[in-house]
């Protein structure tokens, strides 16, 4: 499996930004589906976005379209999550996982970093 490290979190104001980085090791990197899911406290954790291996296809949960944008770049073994316009309702743990299908279920991604708050404040 593949270990990740989350980092870039941290308090924001309403309308703000930050973006999250999520730094994997090992060699194979490119041939995981890459996503983020973030976990409210007292909710169940949701779905935030998805990449393909090549990064050529994106996908994201409804709620996140247009504000949050997910990008890897392979030859630095990370994956990105740009969120813009962030709304006290995105205050969350936001975890970085991987995978081998391009799914929006947890159970699809076997490697999981140790995740990242974000605070966002109205």
């Known amino acids: 499996q593949v270990q990740l490290v989350e980092s870039g979190g941290g308090l924001v104001q309403a309308g703000g930004s930050l973006r999250l980085s999520c730094a994997a090791s090992?060699?194979?990197?490119?041939?995981?589906?890459m996503g983020w899911f973030r976990q409210a406290p007292g909710k169940e954790r949701e779905f935030v976005a998805g990449i393909s291996r090549s990064g050529g296809s994106t996908y994201y949960a409804d709620s996140m379209k247009g504000r949050f944008t997910i990008s890897r770049d392979n030859a630095k073994n990370t994956v990105y999550l740009q969120m813009n316009n962030l709304k006290p309702e995105d205050t969350a743990v936001y975890y970085c996982v991987a995978g081998s299908s391009v799914s929006a279920a947890s159970t699809d991604f076997g490697s999981w970093g140790q995740g990242t708050q974000v605070t966002v404040s109205s």
């Open positions: 090992g060699r194979t990197f490119s041939s995981y589906v």
